[in-house]
């Protein structure tokens, strides 16, 4: 989901994420493929993070482009447990920044660099999990936005959990949001390979509304 959750691997453990993701609106598709997620535990409450994916996009009337999107660099800090605290919380301070400036100028990647510092918290009800995220995102490009989401996931089964989603981005006073509305499912097909997917539409958006989609697989070791 597009919402992070205050969850960490554990020390010295991998958390590793590898999908196939895209994003569709009229007149253009752009693929993420892979999208590669890398997390280390340090401790049980540190997540180191970086994020990066080779990017294709196919606008109508043009042919297909490639090339490095953007890529990520965060630090998890887990400061409350839910075992003793009664909730889950963390911050997550990251930077997203172009590899290749190339990118940005065709479109791949947005430019310039930014600065996210969200904070995350969840709870478990039984069968049922909640997660919120709230933050602010600056950028050496464009105005300062605003990024909030919340989710809520039931477990089917024990090994199988659905989940809704209600993501949103917007400027500083709340202007030029961009509201997401995201399904999902979650499968541990193993303690250690775990199966991770998505669909969801924009509700509202300056530009023609979005259908996106997720699939991807979750290394735990």
């Known amino acids: 989901m597009i919402t992070d959750d205050p969850g960490t691997p554990g020390n010295r453990k991998w958390e590793n994420n590898f999908a196939i ?43 297909l482009i490639g090339g490095i999107g953007g890529t990520e660099a965060a630090v998890k800090w887990r400061f409350l447990d839910e075992a003793t605290s009664g909730v889950d919380m963390s911050m997550f301070p990251r930077i997203i920044f172009n590899v290749a400036q190339s990118s940005a100028r065709r479109g791949l990647a947005e430019d310039g660099t930014r600065f996210q510092i969200p904070f995350e918290a969840a709870k478990t009800f039984g069968r049922w999990h909640l997660g919120v995220e709230i933050g602010a995102r600056a950028s050496t490009v464009g105005r300062s936005e605003w990024l909030d989401g919340i989710v809520c996931g039931f477990d089917l ?48 958006s300056p530009e023609p509304t979005a259908l996106i989609g997720y699939f991807g697989m979750q290394f735990v070791y």
Do not use: W
């Open 157 to 204: 089964t024990k090994p199988t959990m659905l989940m809704a989603e209600l993501h949103d981005e917007s400027r500083m006073n709340f202007s030029r949001d961009v509201l997401i509305l995201n399904f999902g499912l979650r499968h541990e097909f193993t303690e250690t390979c775990i199966l991770i997917v998505s669909m969801g539409h924009e509700l509202r």
């Open 21 to 63: 993701t895209f994003e569709h609106r009229s007149g253009e598709t752009t693929y993420e493929v892979p999208e590669i997620d890398l997390n280390y535990g340090v401790g049980d409450h540190i997540q180191l993070t970086l994020q990066t994916a080779p990017v294709l996009s196919k606008q109508s009337g043009h042919g």
